[in-house]
Structure formats: C-alpha cells, structure tokens
C-alpha cells in the first residue's frame, strides 16, 4: 500500500497562489490615474469560506426587489450591517488586485494599504467588482445581480 505524503499549509498556498496567478487579469485605470491589475471576482470563495454576510445581501436583494436604489438600501441598514459591509467590501478589493496588493502592512514596491486608496480609487474599485469585473466599469449596473 503506497502512503500519500501530506501537504503542508505552505504547500497548499503556493497551490493556491499558483492557482490564482493563473486566473484572467485586467488592467483598468482609476481615477487618480492609476493602473491596477485586477482579477476577477469570486463570490464564490466568500460564500464557502463563510465571509459573506448573508444577512446583509438577503436584505439590500430585497430593498432592490422593492424598487429602492443601493444607496436607500444602504441607508436602511442598521449601523452593524453598514460596519459588516464596508469590511466585506474591503474584503472584495483584497481578493480582486493582483497589482498592487492590498496588504495590513505594505513592505514591498506593489504592496498597498487600504488607508492609503483614495476613496475615488477605492469606490471605482468596488463598482468595478460589483458589476462584474470585466474591461470597463458601468455605472448603475446591479450589485451582484447574477450578471
């Protein structure tokens, strides 16, 4: 009987790594005039991985099927879901760039913070995942809407 080795955790993310290097990539420019490298979304990995405040999109999916815009619909969450929103959405901007990264404590040259994005950049970012991904961003497409 042959004994399969048992990966490692340092394995398994350069697997991951591997894996997520290989996916399609985007250049998009934001509005300061910076060229990112983006990927992607995977609602997917938030979904299993038990990141997405479920609670959160049940209610702004039904906010939209009452005919609100996302914004009313933001406005009516309570504080701890506005809180629960804004840290999945930083979550999002963490998963989709490539380059720069988004990291805690930026070391290397491609490494970036999120207090350092500007809030123009940061929320250009965020529609750009929200629609889709994709070669460009379009204004006033559904939030996650399947698409």
């Known amino acids: 009987m042959k004994i399969k080795k048992r990966m490692s955790v340092a394995e398994y993310r350069r697997l991951k790594t591997k ?3 290989s996916q399609k990539t985007f250049e998009v420019e934001s509005p300061s005039g910076m060229i990112w490298v983006l990927r992607l979304p995977n609602l997917e990995n938030f979904l299993v991985s038990g990141t997405l405040p479920l609670a959160l999109v049940e209610k702004m999916q039904q906010a939209k099927s009452d005919g609100l ?3 009313d619909a933001y406005k009516q969450l309570s504080a701890k879901e506005q809180i629960k929103a804004i840290e999945f959405s930083a979550k999002i901007l963490r998963h989709i760039c490539v380059d720069p990264l988004i990291v805690d404590n930026p070391q290397a040259d491609n490494e970036i913070s999120a207090e350092e994005i500007t809030s123009e ?3 250009f970012l965020l529609n750009w995942a ?3 991904g994709g070669e460009s961003v379009q204004d006033g497409l559904d939030t996650f809407s399947g698409k």
Request: charged share 25%; proline share 0%; no cysteine.
């Open 19 to 21: 894996q997520q290097a």
């Open 130 to 132: 929200n629609t889709g």
């Open 69 to 71: 815009s996302e914004e």
């Open 121 to 123: 950049d940061f929320i």
